[in-house]
C-alpha cells in the first residue's frame, strides 16, 4: 500500500524476500517502519523495528515489482478435486495450531484443515467473521499468514514433528487477481528434499473454482537450529579479595567528597583531620522511609553540585560494621549511575571495623588509602583484615524448580503481586493462578477502569482480583489485608513488582521525581515488610533491576531505589534465620522483559544488545529463574539474556583496572595540531549532538555537558 500510494500504480508481485529476524511482539501497540526506495530492480522495501533500519532491526526485506510486463501469465485452474484425491490424509485447524506450537488469534490463523500426500497438501483456509470486511488491499493479511502457515504446518508433518521450521525466504510472489474471497485453499507443493534444514515450496492461493489468486514461488522455511536461542545468565553476589595497591598514595589529583551517618562523630573527626579540604554532607537518621529516601537526595544533591564543577571527584560512604548497611544501600545504586553518567565523579560504599575508631592514625591512613584506590567497586568491605569487593558469579542451578512452587502453595491461599495492573503482574497471576490454584490479588494505585484483562484471566479459571493500594501508605495496606480478597485465607507469597520511572540526567533531575520513583521501592518494601510481619509468607520476592548494579544513564533514582530492594532481601534474609520473618525472602535484579513491563524503544534495546549482549528477557525465561529463586531460597539474584560470552565480560570481570594513581604520569604534552583535531572532533560531535536532539549546532557549547541540553537515556543511546 505505501508502494502503491508512492508511486501511483499497482503492485504486480514482489521478488528476493528475505525474512531476516524474527520479531517478539509485546502486548498492547508496537511500531513497524516500512521503508521504500528506487532501485534498479524495482521498488527495495524494509521492514523494521526502528525508525531508521539498524543492524539487528530489520525484520524483513525484498523488491516490489511495478511493472506489468513483469509479472508471468496466470496459472491454468487447478483440478482441485484431483489435489483432493491425491491428499488422502488430513489434520484439523485445531491440530495444525498445537502443531506449530506458537499462539495465534483467530484473525491470524484461517487454517480450517489440511490434506496432504507425501510432497504435496492442500490447506482450506477461511476468514472468521470479523476478519472478512474492512481490508482494501488484494494481499489480506490473515489469508497471506496462513498460506505460509500452511507450508510450515506441512514442513512438521513431513518430518514428524521434529522442529519448528521458520519462515526464511520466498523467489517471488505474483499477484493473478484484485480481490480475495473469504474462502479459499492454499495448494502447497515441495520443491525440494526434505533431508536438510532448508525446504523449499511452490504455494499457490486458490478461489473455489482453482483459480490462481497469489503464487508464492520457492518459499523456504529455514531450521531455528541456524538462530540459535539466546543464553540465560544466572548470578549471585559474592565478596572477593581486593587488596589494595601498594606504593605510593596520590589523593591530590581528584576532590574528595564524603556522605557521614548520622551519629558518625569519630569518623567524621578523622575525616576532617586528614582531609582539611574535603566536602562532607551529613545524612539524617535512617528512622523511616522518608529519612532512608532523603539521604539518597542528599547524595544526589552532592554529585549535581560536583557535576556543575566540572572536576574529577570521588565520592565516599565509609560504614562502620554497627551501622546497618542496607538503609543506605541505595546510594550505591546512585553512585553506579552517576560513574556511567559522568565518568569524571566516582564513588563506593565502605564498610569498615568499628574498632578502626580506636586507632586514629591507623584510621586515617586506611582513609587516605581508600580515597586513592583505582578499582571500580561500587562496594568496598572488609572481613577478618582482609578488603573484600562486591562482585558477582554465575550461579549453578541446584534443583528443578517446577515443583517447588506447588509445595510450597496450596489451593485457596493467597498470592499478592503488587504493580499487577502491568504486563508482568497479568504474566505473573496467570503462572501462579493456573499451576497453584491459589487465589491472586494484584494491585495497583489506579482504580481499575478497563478490567476486560481481568475478565479474561477470571474466564480462564483463574481466581483473580484487584484491589486499589498504594503501597507506600501503611493504611491503605492495612485495610486491603482485612479486606474481602484476604479474609479467611493463608497470605503466603508477596510478589513486589510496583515501580516508577522517571528518567532524566542528573544534572536536571529533581528531587520530587527522585522522590516518585525512590517510594515504590523503599517505602512498599518497608510498608509491607512491617504489614505482613506475622504472615505465614513461603516466599517475599521484590522485583529489581539490573539498573541497581550496573547504573543506567538517565536512572539513578530508579537504580538507587533497587539497589535498596538488594540489601533489604539480605536483610529481611537475615530477620528469617532469626525467626522474627517468615518465608523465603528474594530480590532479583531484571532486565526487561520481552513481554509486558517497562519498555524501551528499538534503537535503545539494540543499543543495550550490541553493547553489552543484552536483550529482553523471554516470558518463559524469567517465570522459570522466578521459580528457580524461590524454589533455592537465593536472596538475591541476577538474570540476564543475551550473547553469554559479552555478558560474562561484562558482569564476570574482576574489576581490578585501576585509574592511574598520579595523574601527572600519564598527562601528555598537547602540541597546536592536537588543539586543532580535538576542535574539529568537538565541532563533528555537536553536529551530531545537534541531529539528535533537532537543534542548530552552533547552539552547542563543546565544554557543557550534553545533559545541560535535556539529553536523557533515549537521547544517549541514539547518540552512540
Known amino acids: ?65 511495478m511493472d506489468a510486463g513483469d509479472a508471468p501469465p496466470r496459472p491454468p485452474r487447478a483440478d482441485l478435486d484431483a489435489v483432493v484425491r491425491r491428499c488422502t490424509r488430513s489434520i484439523d485447524g485445531t491440530a495444525c495450531h498445537e502443531l506449530l506450537g506458537v499462539v495465534h488469534g483467530p484473525r491470524m490463523f484461517p487454517i480450517r484443515s489440511i490434506r496432504h500426500a507425501e510432497h504435496e ?18 494481499l489480506h493479511p490473515s489469508l497471506m499468514h496462513g498460506s505460509i502457515l500452511s ?54 492461493l486458490l478461489d473455489a473454482e482453482g483459480e490462481c489468486l497469489v503464487r508464492l514461488e520457492g518459499f523456504t522455511a529455514r531450521s531455528p537450529v541456524a538462530a540459535r536461542r539466546p543464553d540465560v545468565i544466572h548470578a549471585v553476589p559474592a565478596w572477593r579479595a581486593a587488596p589494595l595497591p601498594s606504593g605510593k598514595r596520590h589523593v591530590a589529583a581528584h576532590d574528595l567528597a564524603f556522605l557521614v551517618p548520622h551519629g558518625q562523630a569519630s569518623l567524621h573527626r578523622r575525616i576532617l583531620d586528614t582531609f582539611p579540604r574535603a566536602r562532607v554532607v551529613w545524612l539524617d537518621p535512617p528512622t523511616s522511609a522518608t ?27 565509609p560504614l562502620p560494621d554497627d551501622e546497618p548497611w542496607h538503609i543506605h544501600s541505595a546510594i550505591e545504586g546512585l553512585l553506579n549511575t552517576a560513574r556511567n553518567e ?19 592514625e591507623s584510621f586515617g591512613r586506611w582513609l ?88 479474561a484471566l477470571r474466564a480462564d479459571g483463574i481466581d483473580a482480583w484487584y484491589v486499589r493500594c498504594d503501597v507506600t501508605r501503611a493504611d491503605e495496606v492495612e485495610a486491603t489485608l482485612a479486606d474481602e480478597p484476604f479474609r479467611d485465607r493463608r497470605l503466603r507469597g508477596v510478589l513486589h513488582a510496583a515501580g516508577v520511572l522517571r528518567d532524566a540526567w542528573l544534572a536536571r533531575k529533581t528531587a520530587a521525581e527522585a522522590m516518585e520513583v525512590l517510594a515504590p521501592k523503599i517505602a512498599g518494601t518497608l510498608v509491607l515488610d512491617e504489614a505482613t510481619r506475622a504472615a505465614p509468607l513461603a516466599f517475599f520476592v521484590m522485583f529489581s533491576s539490573l539498573a541497581a548494579v550496573m547504573g543506567n544513564p538517565g536512572q539513578a533514582d530508579y537504580a538507587a531505589a533497587n539497589a535498596f530492594l538488594d540489601a533489604f532481601a539480605l536483610h ?11 518465608g523465603r525472602t528474594c530480590s532479583i535484579n531484571w532486565p526487561l522483559w520481552r513481554e509486558g513491563g517497562m519498555r524501551v524503544d528499538a534503537q535503545t534495546e539494540e543499543h543495550a544488545r550490541h553493547m553489552v549482549g543484552l536483550e529482553p528477557l523471554d516470558t518463559a525465561e524469567a517465570l522459570a529463574s522466578l521459580a528457580w ?40 604534552s598537547v602540541t597546536p595540531t592536537d588543539d586543532s583535531r580535538l576542535a574539529s572532533l568537538v565541532r563533528e560531535l555537536a553536529e551530531v549532538a545537534a541531529a539528535v536532539l533537532k537543534m542548530d549546532a552552533d547552539a552547542i557549547d563543546g565544554s557543557t555537558g550534553l545533559s545541560h541540553y535535556g539529553f536523557d537515556s533515549i537521547y544517549l543511546t541514539e547518540y552512540a
Open 1 to 65: 500500500a505505501a508502494a502503491e500510494r508512492r508511486e501511483g500504480c499497482a503492485v504486480t508481485g514482489m521478488t528476493h524476500v528475505v525474512w531476516r529476524s524474527p520479531m517478539a511482539v509485546p502486548p498492547g501497540e508496537t511500531t513497524l517502519y516500512t521503508h521504500v526506495a528506487r532501485s534498479a530492480a524495482g521498488l527495495d522495501f524494509t521492514i523494521s523495528s526502528t525508525a531508521t533500519p539498524l543492524p539487528g532491526s530489520t525484520c524483513a526485506q525484498g523488491v516490489l515489482r
Open 121 to 138: 497438501a492442500i490447506a482450506h483456509l477461511e476468514l472468521p467473521v470479523s476478519g472478512a470486511p474492512g481490508h482494501a488491499g488484494v
Open 151 to 204: 507450508a510450515v504446518c506441512f514442513s512438521l508433518i513431513q518430518d514428524g514433528e521434529r522442529q519448528l521450521r521458520l519462515p526464511f525466504t520466498l523467489e517471488a510472489l505474483w499477484i493473478h487477481a484484485s480481490t480475495m474471497p473469504s474462502t479459499c485453499h492454499a495448494h502447497v507443493r515441495q520443491v525440494s528434499t526434505a533431508d536438510g534444514a532448508i525446504q523449499r515450496y511452490d504455494i499457490d
Open 291 to 317: 529519612a532512608i529516601a532523603e539521604n539518597v537526595l542528599r547524595a544526589m544533591a552532592l554529585v549535581q553540585d560536583l557535576v556543575r564543577e566540572g572536576r574529577d571527584a570521588r565520592v565516599l560512604l
Open 342 to 360: 559522568h565518568p569524571r565523579v566516582r564513588g563506593r560504599l565502605l564498610r569498615y571495623p568499628a574498632s578502626f575508631h580506636d586507632e586514629p
Open 368 to 455: 587516605v588509602a581508600e580515597a586513592a584506590a583505582g578499582d571500580d567497586a561500587s562496594a568496598i568491605r572488609y572481613q577478618e583484615g582482609a578488603r573484600q569487593a562486591l562482585r558477582w558469579e554465575e550461579a549453578v542451578e541446584r534443583s528443578a524448580p517446577h515443583a517447588a512452587l506447588s509445595t510450597l502453595l496450596e489451593p485457596g491461599d493467597v498470592v499478592w503481586i503488587t504493580g499487577g495492573a502491568g504486563g508482568i503482574g497479568r504474566l505473573l497471576a496467570t503462572r501462579f493462578g493456573r499451576e497453584t490454584g491459589v487465589r491472586v490479588v494484584l494491585s495497583g494505585r489506579a482504580t481499575l477502569v478497563d478490567d476486560a484483562w481481568l475478565s
Open 572 to 582: 529481611r534474609d537475615a530477620q528469617v534465620d532469626a525467626g522474627v520473618r517468615q
Open 629 to 668: 529463586a524461590i524454589a533455592t531460597g537465593t536472596p538475591r539474584l541476577l538474570v540476564a539474556q543475551g550473547r553469554a560470552d559479552t555478558l560474562r565480560a561484562v558482569l564476570f570481570a574482576d574489576g581490578s583496572t585501576a585509574m592511574p594513581a598520579d595523574a601527572e604520569q600519564t598527562t601528555a
